[in-house]
């Protein structure tokens, strides 16, 4: 009895062996040099191992939550996560030359690239950045911080051949991309399409299982690549504005940016704002989307946005009891400005809510 025990305990270990084996090849392919100290990996994996595996993180010091690697093409992989800080965090993330977008949902960064560039992120955001090998990215993580994304990963010459790079008219728009030094942080920061929100999401919450999935997460990963080149190509510039900012400047930003989410129902006028921050009003409207990605009145519609969305898939309440807590004056402007962000109605929400609780959803004229 003791000997079959002992030889179940080597077959989990070697089993644990193997998973974590896979899984850091999967890292090292997609370009994230990572450290899988703290990872498990569920016994029921949704991807054969050869394209995908699935990654719990259960540290009680740091964070928890769920992590999908996968391999979408020679040079292209997928970041799929679900995680949430259990404090606040400070880490430094080394860079490993590769292009990187990442389209996120929720939850709130600040990051300092190289030595002058600061980005303070909340809510859906949008960043490109390539960072040189062996360079560092400080991070700063809140407490609680529930963060859901979707990180495509590739390697230069991948978007180069993709897009003939060098044979057509991108050349001069990549000319950041085709450069031959590679030691200087390239990042851009820009607004959430509807398009990237929705596709997020599906990966986010995907539940399809083995081949469909992987099969769903690589139409899913070249629509988010397309709407990211496509949203770089069609901003005013591919290389940051010049921003002189002092240190007095961003901690005013990041004040703009406490009082807005207090008030980000009724939120104040931009003159107003920079008249209570004590700041000119054009530093406060540049700075402001220089460092969160979005103009202060678009920061504000997001956060209206995703609260009516989480009232509507946690709670019961009326599309007009919404409305009036996140801000609107009747129902049918919410849901005209939630389709807008979205792309979908908050009866969709609603539906997908009742579904999962396996409840008939029932039809309620407030929801269309």
């Not at 994996?45 to 020679?74: F, T």
């Not at 955001?125 to 529930?146: C, H, L, S």
């Not at 406490?258 to 000119?280: H, K």
């Not at 996140?326 to 005209?336: A, C, E, I, R």
Request: some cysteine; charged content about 30%; aromatic content about 10%.
């Amino acid at each position: 009895m003791a000997g079959q025990k002992a030889k179940n305990t080597l077959r989990n270990q070697d089993q644990v062996a193997t998973r974590k084996s896979v899984a850091e090849k999967l890292v090292n392919d997609i370009f994230l040099p990572w450290s899988l100290d703290e990872a498990t990996f569920p016994e029921e994996q949704p991807y054969d191992e050869k394209n995908g595996i699935r990654v719990n993180i259960d540290d009680p010091d740091h964070e928890y939550g769920v992590q999908d690697y996968v391999k979408i093409s020679k040079d292209f992989g997928l970041v799929i996560s679900d995680m949430t800080s259990v404090k606040e965090t400070y880490l430094n993330v080394i860079g490993a030359s590769c292009v990187t977008l990442h389209f996120r949902i929720s939850g709130e960064s600040k990051e300092i690239f190289g030595k002058s560039l600061e980005l303070h992120r909340s809510g859906p955001t949008y960043t490109i950045w390539i960072q040189p090998e062996g360079a560092f990215r400080k991070m700063w993580v809140p407490k609680d911080n529930r963060w859901r994304a979707a990180t495509l990963t590739c390697s230069r010459q991948f978007i180069i051949d993709s897009l003939g790079i060098g044979t057509n008219d991108l050349e001069k728009q990549f000319k950041w991309l085709t450069h031959e030094k590679h030691d200087e942080f390239f990042v851009r920061s820009l607004p959430m399409t509807p398009e990237m929100i929705r596709a997020t999401l599906d990966l986010v919450e995907c539940n399809y299982e083995d081949g469909l999935r992987l099969f769903y997460c690589r139409a899913k990963a070249m629509e988010l690549m397309c709407a990211g080149i496509g949203s770089l190509l069609n901003s005013d510039e591919t290389e940051h504005p010049s921003v002189h900012l002092s240190p007095a400047d961003f901690t005013k930003i990041d004040q703009a940016k406490t009082i807005l989410n207090q008030e980000f129902r009724d939120p104040p006028t931009l003159a107003r704002l920079a008249s209570r921050l004590g700041l000119n009003r054009n530093k406060l409207a540049h700075g402001f989307k220089y460092i969160f990605g979005v103009p202060p009145i678009e920061y504000c519609y997001g956060r209206r946005m995703e609260l009516a969305r989480d009232i509507i898939s946690t709670g019961d309440d009326s599309i007009a009891i919404v409305a009036e807590k996140v801000g609107y004056s009747d129902p049918g402007s919410l849901s005209k400005a939630f389709k807008a962000h979205f792309g979908y109605l908050p009866s969709d929400v609603k539906r997908k809510s009742m579904a999962k609780e396996k409840i008939l959803p029932k039809t309620d004229d407030d929801f269309n």
